[in-house]
């Protein structure tokens, strides 16, 4: 009965929201990829809000639901059949009277399973697509054949481009790159490798000049350098670190120099953009430490993305990541904990595993390799814990003055409960972390 009236109300959702396109023509911009799409959503927003009246998918809409749910900008119902009931209503209203309606929609497109992209979007016909990366282990990828599979699977969504449409793609992703291919529309690059359209060079951690560690500062952000069009200008982005917000920005400036936007004031836009939380936010922890929040989920590419931004941090006393269980990897699952356990042993100090999957990053961070990297890990700098809020109590009488902590594990694992332990500021714990609905905190 359950599934009989979600797929009523998806129905209904969806044939509300393609009248309500029909009718007020928004330009919409669709973003899919295994990681980023988040971080690139609010990036693109930040810039396009600078210009217009914007709207986009909030949190994480991205599936057949939460697509007509940010088009038709109703709540997520959960399961609240009065709430679904009013959402329809409300879809239709703002289909048959007159309402101030964005110029612009942003929506992030997720897929799970194979023909997922064709139910999501395939009704939708989008003015841009971004495609930001899938790497070798993507998430999700269990329920695929292979990672071509998935490939595939992400790539649908160009078909939705109008003929005038424009494709960016991420130039660092071969998988990504290949796509080019499967369009006629515009298609704009950006990236490090030399030949992106927008090409971004010199990322680095920049640090405050005030503090009590050292007299170099705390880590405060991440800064780096774009070159478009014979121009070139710096982007400083604070209070978050990796690769991943730099994407996320370089991605926003593609889409900004094929709309012949001001770069330098789309670049300062990026200064403090809304960065979503769980993606690596530079977080005030208890007793002196700084967190990096980077619990939103998890996967092969972004876990040792992360672990390396963490090595590369200067001027803290001790590096603690604590590591929960990355999940959906089907027959991938133990090589790729063992890898992220030797990537673990090159950048932090101390780890800290959770869950039952993640003896394999105990299991890689212990290794030893005679030919090349020395020793592994010293076996009395890693705890195991079975889950999130053994490990959060653990921390609140671990950390010390002047330690940076890394805190990434997939959704099921809940690791912002590890995060909510050490958070400083507890009085706004509900803007800071993840998954603070009602819903998710009913969940164990």
Known sequence: MKMIF???????????????????KPKIIAITGSVGKTSTKDAVYAVLSKISHVRKSEKSFN????????????????????????????????????????????????????????RTASWLKTDAVIITAIGATPPHIEFFDSQGHLVEEKSQLIKTLKPDGLLVLNADDESVLQMKSKSKCRVITYGFKEGADVLGSGDSIFYNKKNELSEAGKPAGIIFRVDEGGKSLPVVIEGVFGRNHVYASLAALALSSDLKLNMLTAAESLKNYD???????LLSGINGSLIIDDTYNSSPFACESALKTLGEIKNVKRKIVILGDMLELGKYTAEAHKNIGRVVK????????????????????????????????????IFEFLDSRQAGDFLKTFVQTGDIVLIKGSQGMRMERAVEAILLDQENKEKLLVRQDEEWKKRE
């Not at 960065?275 to 936010?281: D, S, T």
């Open 6 to 24: 979600k797929k009523i109300i998806v129905y209904v959702l969806r044939a509300e929201s393609r009248l309500v396109l029909w009718k007020y």
């Open 63 to 118: 599936s057949e639901i939460g697509l007509p749910l940010t088009v038709l900008g109703v709540p997520n119902g959960w399961n609240d059949p009065l709430t679904w009931l009013l959402n329809a209503l409300k879809g239709l209203w703002l289909f048959v009277s007159s309402h101030k309606y964005p110029k612009w929609l942003v929506l992030e497109v997720g897929v799970g399973k194979p023909s997922d992209m064709g």
């Open 275 to 281: 960065v979503p939380p769980g993606r690596m936010r």
């Open 346 to 381: 090159e950048n932090a100090d101390i780890l800290i595993a959770v869950g039952q999957r993640a003896k394999g990053f105990k299991e890689g961070a212990l290794e030893v390799y005679p030919d090349s990297s020395g020793a592994g890990m010293n076996s009395k700098n």
